[in-house]
């Protein structure tokens, strides 16, 4: 089982910039894909990014390309999202997840950290 935990939320104005981190821990935690995902008030969840266990392949939301960037460190366990260009629509808790596989979809992550929030103000 693999466990995540989140850090780097916080307020900051529309065109700004924020760094996200993730720590997956776990024996095999460096095998796991993570990925972001948000969810804002009122709406459900939504994918991010994601990146694969080795970090060749990366996966964005049409949302979030050219200004969002998904990195992993593995000797860290650590996954970061820089956040460029923020827009108050990126309000939301943002959280990290861990699975087997690179993919999209909420239901491919068995493994949930307890999210940050993440306020963009106009």
């Known amino acids: 089982q693999v466990q995540v935990v989140e850090s780097g939320g916080g307020l900051v104005q529309a065109g700004g910039s924020l760094r996200l981190s993730c720590t997956a821990s776990?024996?095999?935690?460096?095998?796991?894909?993570l990925g972001w995902f948000r969810q804002a008030p009122g709406k459900e969840r939504e994918f991010v990014t994601a990146i694969s266990w080795r970090g060749g392949s990366t996966y964005y939301a049409d949302s979030v390309k050219g200004r969002f960037t998904i990195s992993r460190d593995n000797a860290n366990n650590t996954v970061y999202l820089q956040m460029n260009s923020l827009k108050p629509e990126d309000t939301a808790i943002y959280y990290c997840a861990a699975g087997r596989h690179l993919a999209r979809e909420p239901a491919d992550f068995g493994s949930w950290g307890q999210g940050t929030q993440v306020t963009v103000s106009s």
């Open positions: 776990g024996r095999t935690a460096s095998t796991y894909a």
